[in-house]
């Protein structure tokens, strides 16, 4: 659900962009208060698992659409709110900047989308109260797959009257609403299936990460290594590896396009703040689409008719190393913050 600068306007795009950074300096601001050294490491793991699941679409049956995790619920409940929200940015900044994955106007609304709804509003509303003080393996698989729709699809939503109210596209807002709801209830249900069986391993490993997250409190003393070191190779894993896997089909937003425009991409204006910035991260993203950049249109075309699973070096190489890049910003950003702290 990662929407491109074609959508937006200049306008729209602003306004999100303001939107997003003023929450995140409220986010750093809170963060600053409750961090303790514990958590640091976990944003970091945290953040480079959900890179790494990110890259791996999963089919959507009888609808030839495709669909990924958005990682925000999850987050939420490790996390808390705030560092969860500090944490999707990052992870949707270095997609952005280094792989060209979603557009450089359209980060605000990516980082709003994907991060505002599923953290402070499907889990304060709708996990912590499903879930309990004491959750159970029942309460967290209701709580988080409920949490984890309602998110996906206040997600679709946003995007649908981002890009209606920034008016550059042939997308009208009943015809687009007509198919992006239900393709990412789809997905919803997957995510919140996904969602319950990484939380119920966190909860089973570690049930006081889950407690004293839901009541503010930090970590503590608490032994994280093992989990730490889990969350580290399954990343590991599933970028290297298992991105293979991923569907060729278009995801839940390229398909809904192609129902309504019958195109799965739509053209930016050859001028102005859409131009640049597109010139700006084609300059910038070494991985584009997670592999290594080709000059040459037939390579391209080879590369896409690959059998599947598509074995694909580029594909693993931008699986790891864009693990590790948010990996080390979601570090710097927890160490600044815990630094800033100290030094108040």
């Not at 944490?87 to 605000?108: E, N, P, W």
Request: proline share 5%.
């Amino acid at each position: 659900m990662h929407m491109a600068d074609a959508l937006l306007s200049p306008a729209v795009g602003a306004t999100m962009w303001v939107a997003t950074a003023g929450t995140i300096a409220y986010c750093a601001k809170k963060v600053q208060q409750e961090l303790d050294d514990r958590k640091v490491p976990l944003m970091g793991v945290l953040g480079a698992f959900i890179f790494a699941a990110q890259m791996i679409n999963f089919s959507i049956p009888a609808t030839g659409s495709s669909g990924h995790l958005g990682g925000g619920m999850i987050l939420a409940i490790l996390l808390g709110p705030y560092a969860a929200f500090l944490t999707i940015a990052s992870v949707l900044t270095v997609q952005a900047l280094f792989f060209a994955d979603g557009g450089l106007l359209a980060l605000g609304c990516n980082i709003f989308n994907l991060g505002i709804f599923p953290c402070f509003i499907a889990y304060p509303l709708i996990y912590k109260p499903l879930a309990g003080q004491k959750p159970t393996p029942l309460r967290i698989s209701l709580g988080a797959s409920i949490a984890a729709v309602v998110g996906l699809q206040l997600g679709a939503l946003g995007v649908v009257f981002e890009t209606v109210a920034s008016g550059i596209s042939e997308l009208p807002l009943s015809a687009f609403l007509s198919v992006m709801l239900p393709i990412h209830l789809a997905i919803g249900l997957v995510e919140g299936i996904v969602t319950t069986a990484v939380v119920t391993f966190i909860w089973r490993a570690r049930p006081e990460i889950l407690e004293l997250t839901a009541n503010s409190k930090p970590l503590g003393n608490l032994a994280m290594g093992r989990i730490v070191a889990t969350i580290a190779v399954a990343a590991m894993v599933i970028g290297g590896a298992l991105s293979w896997f991923a569907s060729s089909s278009p995801d839940g937003l390229e398909w809904s396009m192609a129902k309504v425009s019958g195109k799965e991409e739509l053209e930016s204006p050859e001028k102005g703040i859409h131009h640049s910035l597109a010139a700006l991260q084609e300059k910038i993203a070494f991985l584009p689409d997670y592999g290594f950049k080709t000059t040459s249109p037939d390579a391209a075309g080879e590369a896409k008719e690959q059998k599947w699973p598509v074995v694909d070096s580029g594909t693993t190489t931008s699986g790891l190393v864009g693990g590790a890049l948010t990996l080390i910003l979601a570090l710097i950003i927890g160490m600044l913050l815990r630094k800033r702290r100290q030094a108040a």
